[in-house]
């Protein structure tokens, strides 16, 4: 982890954030599949679906002529947010909940339920209702365009509101849409695993190479020497022979380490015994060598 602090700035290395994503790159995967499964289950069999039925309603306002003149579509244009508000106001929705029967609603209920839209440059108003039965949302909206195309008229002083289009039957749901929360969900997983492992990384200090120690410490690595996870004693580095679990000859084995336990901790402490005793040994042999040597030379 390329991380230097100097005065308190972190440089991250954008390369090894890639490579940190990269090992994960199962992990990312198998939760992005799990949260896509999660909420395809949940946007399939947990949450209700709703429905949605639009009516459509023609509004012109006319002058005293048979001939409709320019300025009565511009301002029929200009007024189509009046309607809108008039369509949206207590005294329709009250009415529609009066005559519907709907004593387990409110006039803000339903009003959450209601939704109107004027097309651009255009004297057409779309009501549209959301319900969970298809057929009740239907007849709401049907049952607000009577309310309030007559509630228009007397208001505005209108001399009609046509019919465009009554509300139809739905038989599709309008929501939740399966594919879009199957989808959505899978990448929420990905990126919150991502960031997961992003945090994790930029939070880990810990040395893990022989570049890091060079890195942090200033420091030439001589040697790397491998402890066991599990707590067993293990070689790290050998002259003559290849790693093995057995305890090597001192005389074979002069520069032989072991370490042990759970923390990692290598105790080098006989290295330099052995390699003291190798030397002392050595040293005995070859004068014991040379003293024979004179004595035979001598006879």
Known sequence: MENHRENDVI????????????????????????????????????????????????????????????????????????????????????????????????????????????PTDTRIVSITVTDTSPLKAMDIANCIREVASSHIQNVMDIEAVNVVEPANMPTVKASPNVSVWTFIGGMLGVLLICFIVIVRYLLDDTIKSSEDVEKYLGLSTLALIPIAENGEKVYGFSMFRD?????????????CMYGYDEYGVVLATRVLLMML????????FISRRTKWGFSTRNQ
């Open 11 to 118: 440089e991250v290395d954008l390369l090894e954030i890639i490579n940190a994503l990269l090992g994960g790159v199962w992990l990312i995967l198998g939760t992005g599949l799990l949260a896509a499964v999660v909420s395809f289950a949940i946007s399939k069999f947990v949450l209700t679906p709703t429905y949605e039925s639009t009516t459509k309603i023609y509004i012109l306002n006319k002058s005293e002529s048979t001939t409709v003149t320019y300025s009565d579509v511009q301002m029929g244009t200009q007024l189509t947010k009046d309607y809108a508000e008039l369509i949206n106001s207590r005294y329709v929705l009250e009415t529609v909940i009066a005559k519907l029967s709907l004593d387990e609603m409110e006039y803000e209920d339903l009003l959450d339920r209601v939704s109107v839209h004027t």
């Open 243 to 255: 790693w093995d679990d057995n305890m090597m000859n001192a005389v074979k084995q002069p520069c």
């Open 277 to 284: 005793h190798y030397i002392f040994e050595c040293s005995i």
